[in-house]
């Protein structure tokens, strides 16, 4: 498998930046992805990183470094609807598949 | 426009029945995904269809479960002599296809609980 990893529960204040990372290993990197998911609802996407950098889309940035299988999502003016939990997933070549490879996904908490 | 959208949005069965459920996903796109989530876990791969190849059936866990698809349309999964192991969030997505930044669109997902 892709080994992703993730914090399990962040918390962070209304208005502050949070970073939340993602460290995968793979033999066939082919891009990383980041999903949004609030309780009870579907993941919905957030951004896409294949090359090393930053990719930034309003209060949210996602950064990708291939030679350390690492990426980080950062929030920024954070609000409480931001509380959801933050899926990383790896699409890796290796075996032959196009198919992403979720984390179990990070919990942030917003609060006042 | 329409998104993905999954039917029932809540199952209850007893363990031993059989269940269905069904997917319907964005016009257009030609890659459909099913994934199981349980809770406080993350997605887990079940099968995959892109067009009319055969489907990765690769993340199904056992052979009580299997899907189908019409062409590029409508899916159903199928999950017979369901046990307690089977409850969890099933959730199906699409794609315009295999290119690498395509990303999914998911529904709502199935709650199936099995007593």
């Known amino acids: 498998g892709q080994n992703i990893d993730q914090p399990t529960e962040m918390t962070a204040t209304e208005g502050a930046i949070v970073q939340i990372n993602c460290t995968y290993q793979?033999?066939?990197?082919?891009?990383l992805f980041w999903y949004q998911q609030h309780a009870g609802e579907a993941p919905t996407f957030l951004s896409y990183?294949?090359?090393?950098g930053l990719e930034e889309k309003g209060r949210f940035s996602s950064f990708l470094s291939r030679s350390k299988g690492y990426s980080y999502l950062l929030l920024k003016e954070l609000q409480m609807k931001d509380s959801a939990s933050y899926l990383c997933?790896?699409?890796?070549?290796?075996?032959?598949?196009?198919?992403?490879?979720f984390g179990r996904g990070t919990s942030l908490i917003v609060h006042p | 426009g329409a998104g993905v959208s999954q039917s029932p949005s809540n199952k209850v069965t007893e363990k031993g029945k059989d269940v269905e459920l069904r997917c319907d996903p964005i016009?257009?796109?030609?890659?459909l995904y099913w994934y199981r989530q349980r809770l406080g876990q993350g997605l887990e791969f079940l099968i995959y269809?892109?067009?009319?190849?055969?489907?990765?059936k690769s993340g199904l866990p056992s052979d009580r479960f299997s899907a189908e698809r019409t062409g590029e349309s409508v899916s159903t999964l199928t999950i017979q002599r369901t046990q307690q192991e089977d409850s969890a969030v099933y959730l199906c997505?699409?794609?315009?296809?295999?290119?690498?930044?395509?990303?999914?669109?998911f529904g709502p997902g199935t709650r199936l609980t099995v007593t």
């Open positions: 990183n294949v090359l090393d």
């Open positions: 997933a790896v699409r890796d070549l290796a075996g032959g598949s196009y198919i992403p490879t």
């Open positions: 016009s257009g796109h030609t890659a």
């Open positions: 793979t033999s066939g990197f082919n891009g």
């Open positions: 269809f892109q067009g009319n190849s055969a489907p990765d």
């Open positions: 997505a699409s794609s315009k296809g295999l290119s690498n930044s395509y990303e999914q669109y």
